[in-house]
């Protein structure tokens, strides 16, 4: 278990920058959004590159912080099957939806970024026609390369425990020591 734990504090710092940037996104997007609603209802101005900023940050918010969702076991997952599980074969289940969020990741990841060039290569403008499209929608191939990140990292950690797999008694102590009891994490 000492391995998992190596694992779990390697990416620490990049969880922790992650949460930070999504973070910094919302406060970015929240203040857009108040200085655009005083400009239009007090000064009677509006600016349609403060409303697509708001937008856009929530955007790479929401995509930046995919990794750790991963890692916290939040992301979209099927929650049925794993009721009805027990045992080896929930591990053996939890590594399969690794390994098809991985498969899924590293797909999405290599069509968003031929889209994201395609978008910059045309000079295709958000609908102020100040921005290029390609800064907004490259928020989504870095969250999918993010995603890929940590898919893999969970593939491994996957992988550990059901190596390590023994009886369903090691599957408390696995829990207790992972600091996992809905999913051998």
Known sequence: MEKLQKLDSATKHLDRGLEAAALVCLIIS???????VF?????DMSYQIIEEICRYAIIYGAFLYV???IKKGDHLKMDILQ???????KS???????????????YLSWACIIWSLSLLSLNVMTV???????????????GM??????AFIQIIHDVYILRYY???????????????SNQLV
């Not at 203040?31 to 655009?36: C, D, E, F, K, T």
């Not at 400009?39 to 000064?43: F, S």
């Not at 023994?166 to 996992?180: A, F, N």
């Open 128 to 142: 102020s026609g100040i921005m290029l499209m390609f800064i907004p929608a490259l928020a989504i191939p870095i």
């Open 30 to 36: 929240v203040l857009g959004a108040i200085i655009n």
């Open 39 to 43: 400009l239009r209802y007090v000064l």
């Open 83 to 89: 009721g009805f599980l027990k045992g080896k074969s």
């Open 67 to 69: 990794g750790p969702l």
């Open 166 to 180: 023994k009886t369903t008694e090691d599957e408390t102590s696995i829990e207790m020591e992972t600091g996992s």
């Open 145 to 150: 390369l993010l995603g890929s990140l940590y």
């Open 92 to 106: 053996i289940n939890n590594l399969l939806i690794s390994i098809l969020l991985f498969a899924a990741f590293v």
